[in-house]
């Protein structure tokens, strides 16, 4: 990814945007005959690989604008169709209809509000930085109370990944790749009591997985009883610390810190946690810092998306001044 473009996005495939047009009867009569004709479109800001189509929506209650999206991942179905009940006030797009079947096909789909509003921009304005940490923290306490208890999420192949950094090091693919190497290597090093520390963390949170100004939308008018803000794109939400969605927003801009504005999401979010009476163990800031060695040390094995040479300049940076603080 571009480190100043860090939501950049794949486009619903041709094929899916085929079966979805083939599946829109099917699609209609399952929501009742509320459901409008569907304009497909290429999403250039979903995650999902879903294919995406506007419409209304129209029953008892009167007449909606909706984004209709199929097939989604297990996690964006969850999630998007438990928050989106607008007696939650949950900051998430509220949902009008949703199913995991369409005909034959086993597969989920949505039907959910077309947010009135606008995505806050990758380089972000004064106020946009806190709005993100907001909307996470909003988020946050609204999984909380709708989702089971946070279960121990699935464990990356850290050493197999490193070893993949490694390589990219060794054939000199990038700028300073004999240091790459060498704050690598280390890492390798203390990787077994690195992951004992991390895997020591309180689960805690129902994390975002993907929180970015991209993903957070300001509202054109503020929700009764709740945020200025929702956030969107659900499908890499999983079980974890909530320090994992602020290193993930903070990591973005390691390489463009002006546009943070100041603002330190670790910190931040840290400080909004306090403020709400949610809990915030003592240990975070360990948290945070093997968090930061943990995404900087792999990120020469993902070239294809974190390969802009000025993140790889700040992550190596980030990595040979934060690894040191856990490691002596």
């Given at each position: ?36 004709e ?5 999403a ?11 419409a ?11 984004i ?7 996690a ?5 169709s ?10 998430t797009?509220?949902v ?9 096909y ?19 304005k ?9 909307a ?14 946070p ?8 050493m ?37 520390r ?15 100004p991209?993903?957070?939308?300001r509202?054109?008018?503020p ?7 929702v956030?969107i794109d ?10 994992e ?27 909004l ?18 968090r ?9 094995a ?18 040979e001044?934060t ?6």
């Open positions: 990814m571009s480190y100043l473009d860090p939501h950049s996005r794949r486009i619903a495939s041709t094929d899916t945007s085929s079966l979805a047009r083939a599946l829109e009867p099917t699609l209609r009569d399952c929501c009742g005959g509320c459901l409008s569907v304009t497909w479109f290429q250039a800001w979903s995650n999902s690989g879903s294919a995406t189509g506007s209304v929506w129209r029953d008892g209650e009167g007449a909606a604008e909706v209709v999206k199929l097939p989604l991942g297990p964006e179905h969850r999630w998007t438990l928050l989106g009940d607008a007696k939650l006030r949950a900051p797009p509220r009008y209809a949703s199913g995991t079947e369409l005909g034959s086993d597969f989920a789909w949505i039907v959910e509000e077309r947010v009135q509003g606008t995505s806050l921009p990758a380089r972000m004064d106020g946009d930085a806190a709005d993100v940490i907001r996470a923290a909003d988020f946050h306490e609204a999984a909380l109370r709708v989702g089971p208890k279960e121990k999420p699935k464990v990356l192949d850290w197999g990944t490193l070893a993949k950094a490694r390589e990219v090091c060794h054939a000199g693919a990038i700028a300073e790749s004999q240091r790459w190497n060498e704050a690598v290597k280390q890492v390798t090093k203390f990787l077994p009591k690195l992951m004992a991390w895997e020591s963390r309180p689960l805690n949170c129902w994390c975002h997985g993907d929180l970015h991209g993903n957070v939308m509202l054109a008018r929700r009764e009883g709740g945020g200025s803000c956030i659900l499908g890499m939400v999983h079980a974890g610390h909530w320090v969605d602020a290193v993930y927003l903070e990591r973005q801009y390691w390489a463009a810190p002006d546009y943070l504005h100041g603002v330190k999401p670790v910190t931040a979010l840290a400080q946690r306090k403020e709400r009476g949610a809990k915030v163990d003592s240990e975070y800031p360990e948290y945070a810092n093997l930061r060695v943990f995404m900087a040390a792999v990120s020469p993902f070239m294809d998306r974190e390969g802009h040479p000025k993140y790889l300049a700040a992550a190596l940076e980030v990595l001044r690894l040191p603080r856990l490691v002596h």
